[in-house]
Every structure is written in structure tokens, then in C-alpha cells.
């Protein structure tokens, strides 16, 4: 999970955005939208630990990845 540039004021309250990667697997492609945004945002780029078996599997490591970042949310967009 990266954090990515955005339009959000420092220390925002606003729920984060978070995208996900592509295919490719990476969010570069992903930053110009994310610099436009109003808010804080969040991009889910693959990794060796993400299971490609299968969207299912990848989805739900995504929601486990997103939850364990010290409580940032309680679900994708959620505080």
C-alpha cells in the first residue's frame, strides 16, 4: 500500500480513496488522477505476497492489507 499525492490537505479527516493497481500490477499509471483528487489517497500495488490465484483471493488480501495498516481503516474508504 503506498500513499499517493493528492489534493487532500495535510492531516485531512476525509475518508481515504484507494486504488488498485492495473494488470501490470503497479500504480504509476494511477498517479495523475490520484494528484487531482480532494482527498487522501491510497494505491494497492502487487507484491510478491499477493495471491494471483484468483480476483476473490487478491481482493481479500487487498481488504486484510488495508486493515492492518495501524487501523487507517476499517474497510476500503471506511475510518
Known amino acids: 500500500m503506498v500513499k499517493m499525492p493528492s489534493q487532500a490537505a495535510e492531516g485531512?479527516?476525509?475518508?481515504?480513496?484507494?486504488?488498485?493497481?492495473?494488470?501490470?500490477g503497479v500504480i504509476t499509471c494511477l498517479e495523475p488522477l490520484a494528484a487531482e483528487l480532494p482527498l487522501p489517497v491510497w494505491g494497492l500495488q502487487c507484491t510478491a505476497e499477493a495471491p494471483l490465484t484468483s480476483i476473490q483471493h487478491l481482493a481479500a488480501f487487498y481488504l486484510q492489507v488495508s486493515n492492518a495498516d495501524d487501523g487507517l481503516t476499517t474497510g476500503f474508504g471506511r475510518r
Not at 12 to 24: G, K, R, S
Open 12 to 24: 485531512a479527516q476525509q475518508p481515504p480513496l484507494f486504488l488498485v493497481h492495473p494488470i501490470e
